[in-house]
């Protein structure tokens, strides 16, 4: 590791503790030139996942991209960013450990929309409405009715 100050590349480990729930580590280091003192993380890279969006493209998988819609759909609700985290880190483990190197866009959304239905109903409903396009304040109410049911329907009317 290079030091920030001096750019030695000696150094020695003063510290180390687990992050992440065991899946990083933080160490703590001091140069052994100049004795400047800093920290560094490590964490394991998972493969590279790929996301397969409906027209067949694809891109990588960005966890950013799933709080992007969390933040926007929990905007002016009571959810603490320490519940938008768990969320993202919730969708992402589940992904890894389901998918190996692609994973359908409809995957991250449903499963999305599923940890934000237990946490907050009212960002739920904003998320859906964006991620399946909601057209009119028909499929609104369906959607809000199923909520009821405990399930969600993509278009089926309720008696």
Request: net charge positive; charged share 40%.
């Amino acid at each position: 590791m290079r030091c920030p100050r001096c750019g030695c590349q000696e150094d020695r480990v003063i510290d180390s503790r687990a992050s992440k729930d065991g899946a990083a580590v933080r160490r703590r280091r001091e140069c052994t030139a100049c004795g400047h003192r800093f920290t560094t993380h490590e964490e394991i890279i998972q493969a590279e996942l790929k996301v397969v969006k409906r027209d067949n493209s694809r891109e990588d998988f960005d966890p950013n991209k799933i709080r992007a819609g969390i933040e926007k759909a929990c905007w002016k609700r009571d959810v603490k960013p320490d519940a938008i985290d768990m969320i993202v880190s919730q969708v992402t483990s589940s992904l890894e450990a389901d998918y190996e190197r692609e994973v359908p866009s409809n995957g991250v959304g449903n499963r999305t929309m599923e940890a934000l239905r237990h946490v907050d109903k009212v960002a739920y409903v904003r998320f859906a409405s964006v991620y399946r396009d909601f057209k009119d304040i028909d499929e609104f109410i369906d959607e809000i009715r199923s909520m009821g049911r405990g399930k969600s329907s993509r278009g089926g009317k309720v008696n």
